[in-house]
């Protein structure tokens, strides 16, 4: 990622999580973006100064009141001279304070003065997250153009599990990226005009993510390893740079991504149903691994296991075909269709058959072999086939995957 020349106001504020803000200076400065840390008070209580202020090479702000700070770069001039102003790990409180428009500290006030764009990466435990206040804040500040990258779900240093984690410093890169370093240069969608919509604003994209289950009985199914890491995380990229999100979620174990209307389905049959009942759209991207067959007659009683042993024979037939449904012509097909292929061999041959015979317009390929640990993993290895050709991503987290997917989806109608 070249963030060379760029310039990004770091604000690191009180959690637990600010620790993962020196990981992400170091990533900036590698990119070779300048980073101007500012500390909230509470910040300082996790991570010192003057780490800080050592990895970003340059003068950590704290006070308001400093008359030497104030005397070198006014807090008016530190709030514009940005491109674009970071809140990593933002704590409940500060999103409070800026969805309140409150000033009460250096922090707050930069970004009640600033006229560049701010992306949040808020991190807290999962209560909190959850909370109705934080919730309405987040909405509020949504609402205001405001781009959110995360938290993911996990693990906490509470002990407690959820979302709420501060997404990983290579997430927030990608989504600072994507703010900050589009491509192709020209047209640039995402260009520092602070008073533009963010990009995709206006569009509608649906998402289909996570496995289908097919009854065999009432007790048992037929399904798959995707976690419906990768589709929520696009669901949620896409959402950051200003879409309007229908996510089309099979049975997963993730939570739903905030500001997001989520339908839950279990079934191909039930995912097409909801897929179509969501048109019309702007983008589709098909990320859920959708089972090819399901049982013909599945029993409406559990199957028991006869006297002799034999086991049951079960008649599968074919399941809907989504992707190559929606990507059909017709007055109802969304401008950009975006499949995926999980293939165990012969990658972009296949990947770029599958592009042709669904119809669609980019595919997404990965390699779901069991040795790359994809599937259900949290990282990915991508290869993009357009009708311009195929691109290959480095691995990253899948986070990361998708910032960069939104990206490209947003120069994609800058463009068009
Ligand atoms: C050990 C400890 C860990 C904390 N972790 C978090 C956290 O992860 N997220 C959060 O929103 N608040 C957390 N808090 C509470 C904040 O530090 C507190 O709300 C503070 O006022 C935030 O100030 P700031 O937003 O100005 O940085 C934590 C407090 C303590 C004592």
């Not at 039930?270 to 859920?288: G, S």
Request: aromatic fraction near 4%; proline fraction near 8%.
């Amino acid at each position: 990622m070249n963030l060379a020349g760029k310039r990004v106001l770091l604000i690191v504020s009180g959690g637990i999580a600010a620790y993962k803000a020196l990981e992400l200076i170091r990533l900036l400065r590698a990119a070779g973006s300048a980073v101007t840390p500012v500390l909230t008070r509470a910040g300082a209580e996790f991570v010192t100064p003057l780490a800080v202020q050592t990895l970003a090479e340059n003068t950590v702000f704290q006070d308001l009141f400093s008359l030497t700070d104030e005397a070198e770069i006014g807090h008016i001039q530190l709030s514009r001279a940005a491109d674009l102003v970071v809140v990593a790990p933002a704590t409940a409180h500060i999103l409070a304070r800026m969805a309140a428009g409150l000033a009460d500290d250096l922090a707050t006030t930069l970004l009640l003065a600033t006229d560049k764009r701010v992306l949040v990466a808020p991190a807290m435990n999962v209560r909190m997250w959850q909370h109705p206040a934080t919730v309405a804040n987040l909405a509020t500040l949504r609402a205001r153009g405001v781009f959110v990258v995360g938290p993911e779900a996990g693990e906490m240093a509470c002990h407690e599990f959820g979302p709420g984690r501060l997404a990983e410093p290579v997430a927030i890169l990608a989504a600072i990226t994507a703010l900050l370093a589009p491509e192709p240069r020209a047209p640039d969608p995402l260009a520092p005009d602070p008073l533009a919509a963010p990009p995709l604003a206006g569009r509608h994209a649906i998402v289909t993510s996570g496995p289908t289950q097919e009854p065999i009985d009432p007790v048992r199914y037929i399904a798959n390893r995707s976690s419906g890491r990768q589709g929520h995380a696009i669901a949620a990229a896409l959402a950051a740079l200003g879409a309007r999100v229908t996510l089309i979620a099979g049975p997963v174990t993730l939570p739903d991504p905030p500001g997001i209307t989520v339908r839950h389905v279990e079934t191909a049959a039930e995912m097409r149903e909801a897929t179509f009942a969501a048109l019309p759209a702007d983008i589709a991207v098909a990320a859920a691994a959708v089972a090819d067959w399901r049982v013909a007659r599945a029993g409406g009683a559990k199957i028991k296991k006869t006297a002799s042993g034999a086991p049951p024979i079960l008649d599968l037939v074919a399941n809907p075909d989504i992707l190559a449904e929606i990507a059909a012509p017709g007055p109802n097909r969304p401008r950009l269709v975006i499949g995926f292929a999980a293939e165990t061999e012969n990658l972009a041959e296949n990947a770029s058959a599958k592009r042709q015979r669904k119809g669609c317009d980019w595919i997404v390929a990965n390699d779901v072999s069991p040795a790359t640990g994809i599937m259900g993993g949290a990282e990915n290895a991508v290869l993009l086939i357009t009708a311009d050709g195929a691109e290959t991503w480095p691995r990253m987290g899948k986070e990361a995957v998708a910032g960069k997917l939104a990206a490209r989806i947003a120069t994609h109608f800058a463009k068009s």
